[in-house]
């Protein structure tokens, strides 16, 4: 803005001046010839404006030799007044070698003169004022900067307002932040419900992707904080659990103990009778905690990717031998078995794969009710073999479907042996499933329970050429 103002301001100078020099050429020529008369007369520029008068701002020179030169003007009154001879001395000394002939005179202003020779001895300077041109460039310049600094103020309001409204998600932004950084993440049961405002988060601008970037990252923290809390809670349970299972045990492990000795040290007849009993007692509490023990080691092995020991297996004799198996402890259950004529082999660990089938079926004969009819199915999809097992049982309760494959998650919230378990079977078989790079997955509803097993076939033999 500035720049146009300058530069129309010099154009504007540079038309105004063409114009006076045009008018001052046409004033020469018409005062010339029409103060011939008068100059050939001996009258001075005083005189000859008095009885011809000029326009005001008019300026007039006239010099005769020998004699020296008079001058006057007409002001804006249209009066003639006489230059003093140190103005007219002023004004010959003012004249510029070149250029466009411009003289100032102190009190009277500034002129642009050109002369004309009138007869053989006498010269006529006119002179136009310049105080119309250089008021109109002063009125130009002063309404170019009023309207270049209003400018600038309205174009500064109108930029501060965009920047501040362009700006604003990232206000949103930092003052969630703010309020998230105040809250006690660290412990608890926490959650945050602070977001981005919608309207702060619009994706298809740059900064509002900023917003939505910061939502989507607060909603993965909160889902991992209630995962974590979940966590911390089935971990809880845990340990009330494993301190159950292995309180008892360890509750007749001293007990028997302290029953062996008694009798020992009192020397009873029956202290060998009782002794073994206890021992045998004691065993089987033993045995019982390494149970539990060797389950928690296995998921930790597991999670590091070791315990597997590949070989060739055949699912569809693992299906029966594990039906065969489960069989004589569930005489109340229905066992159905539905595998075809061709063995369905995979690489994998056969130990641990019979530990994932006796699980589902220990599972299925624990949380199902007597008479309830249990089918294991072997079957090939493709370059997958699948391993099923069904039930008509009641189901699975809804509100544990998605994490019954989660670590010290119970179908049966009890602590009773028979039915609540510790939580650990099914991850354990989602454990060696995912370990042999399958899948493990549950569909349930009333009458209708199936675990499937996706496990990859063992490659086809490659074609002799």
Do not use: C
Not at 45 to 58: C, D, F, K, R, V
Not at 327 to 337: I, K, M, R, S
């Amino acid at each position: 803005m500035v720049l146009v103002g300058v530069a129309t301001s010099a154009i504007l100078g540079t038309v105004l001046e063409d114009g006076l020099a045009r008018d001052l050429k046409s004033q020469v020529a018409r005062t010339a010839n029409g103060v011939h008369g008068y100059v050939m007369a001996g009258m001075t520029a005083e005189e000859i404006l008095t009885e011809q008068p000029l326009p005001p701002g008019t300026l007039l020179v006239v010099e005769t030799s020998p004699e020296p030169p008079s001058a006057a003007y007409i002001d804006d009154d249209s009066s003639v007044v006489a230059l003093t001879d140190a103005q007219i001395e002023q004004l010959i000394e003012s004249i510029p070698q070149e250029g466009p002939l411009v003289v100032t005179v102190d009190g009277v202003g500034t002129f642009r003169v050109e002369g004309e020779r009138v007869g053989p001895s006498s010269i006529v300077v006119v002179g136009l004022s310049r105080d119309d041109v250089a008021s109109t460039i002063g009125r130009m310049l002063t309404t170019i900067g009023l309207l270049t600094a209003g400018g600038l103020i309205l174009l500064a309001v109108a930029t501060a307002w965009t920047i501040r409204r362009g700006l604003a998600p990232l206000r949103a932004v930092a003052d969630t932040a703010a309020r998230v950084s105040t809250q006690q993440l660290d412990q608890g049961e926490v959650s945050i419900a602070e977001r981005v405002p919608v309207r702060q988060a619009d994706p298809r601008t740059e900064v509002g992707r900023v917003g939505a970037a910061l939502n989507t990252l607060l909603d993965h923290v909160d889902e991992s904080l209630t995962a974590r809390q979940r966590n911390e809670e089935r971990m809880r349970s845990f340990v009330a659990d494993a301190s159950h299972e292995l309180r008892t045990p360890l509750a007749s492990i001293r007990g028997y103990s302290e029953l062996s000795l008694t009798a020992l040290s009192r020397g009873q007849g029956t202290a060998l009778e009782t002794t073994e009993a206890s021992l045998e007692r004691i065993q089987a509490q033993s045995l019982r905690m390494t149970s539990l023990v060797e389950d928690l080691l296995l998921l930790a092995r597991l999670d590091e990717g070791q315990e597997l020991v590949y070989g060739t297996v055949d699912l569809t004799r693992l299906a029966i031998d594990e039906v065969g198996d489960v069989t004589p402890t569930g005489p109340d259950h229905e066992w159905v078995l539905d595998v075809g004529d061709e063995p369905v082999l995979i690489a994998g660990d056969t130990g641990r794969l019979h530990q994932v089938a006796a699980n589902l079926l220990a599972n299925a004969r624990t949380h199902t009710p007597a008479g309830t009819t249990v089918t294991v199915g072997v079957s090939r999809n493709g370059r997958d073999a699948i391993l099923r097992v069904h039930d008509d049982g009641p189901g699975i309760d809804p509100s544990i479907t998605d994490e019954l494959f989660e670590r010290f998650s119970r179908a049966d919230r009890s602590r009773a042996r028979q039915t609540g378990g510790t939580g650990l079977g099914l991850s354990i078989a989602k454990a060696i499933v995912d370990a042999h790079g399958g899948s493990i997955r549950v569909t349930s509803e009333p009458g209708d329970t199936t675990f499937e097993v996706r496990l990859p076939a063992r490659p086809a033999d490659p074609v002799a050429p």
